[in-house]
């Protein structure tokens, strides 16, 4: 599985951003998908996860309530709809697929994308 990750850039705080994940490969739909961001100077960590079938998310308390996973089998795509971002949302974010639906954790996750940068102003 190939994944690309796009769909950042700089935003106001307050602001919003859809991140999108364009996987290729092996049969998509059956890998579960998650997000994660890397800040400056901080270790990867966990935002949201998708089920293979979309029924199932998980979110991080840090965005939970402000941001949505969703998925689309048939373009081969996840996406993070972010709302009301604030400095502590700039940062690198992946997307990765996985085998185990709702992983929170880097080693769980197979296939990773190469980032899309995420950059909040006040």
């Known amino acids: 599985v190939q994944l690309q990750a796009s769909g950042g850039g700089l935003v106001q705080a307050g602001g919003s951003l859809r991140l999108s994940c364009a996987a290729s490969?092996?049969?998509?739909?059956?890998?579960?998908m998650g997000w994660f961001r890397q800040a400056p100077g901080k270790e990867r960590e966990f935002v949201a996860a998708i089920g293979w079938s979309g029924s199932y998310t998980r979110y991080a308390d840090s965005v939970k309530g402000r941001s949505t996973v969703s998925g689309d089998n048939v373009k081969n795509a996840v996406y993070l709809q972010m709302n009301s971002l604030n400095s502590e949302d700039t940062a690198v974010y992946y997307c990765?697929?996985?085998?185990?639906?709702?992983?929170?954790?880097?080693?769980?996750?197979?296939?990773w994308g190469q980032g899309t940068l995420v950059t909040v102003s006040s």
């Open positions: 990765a697929a996985g085998r185990i639906t709702g992983a929170r954790r880097d080693p769980e996750y197979a296939y």
């Open positions: 490969g092996r049969t998509f739909s059956s890998y579960a």
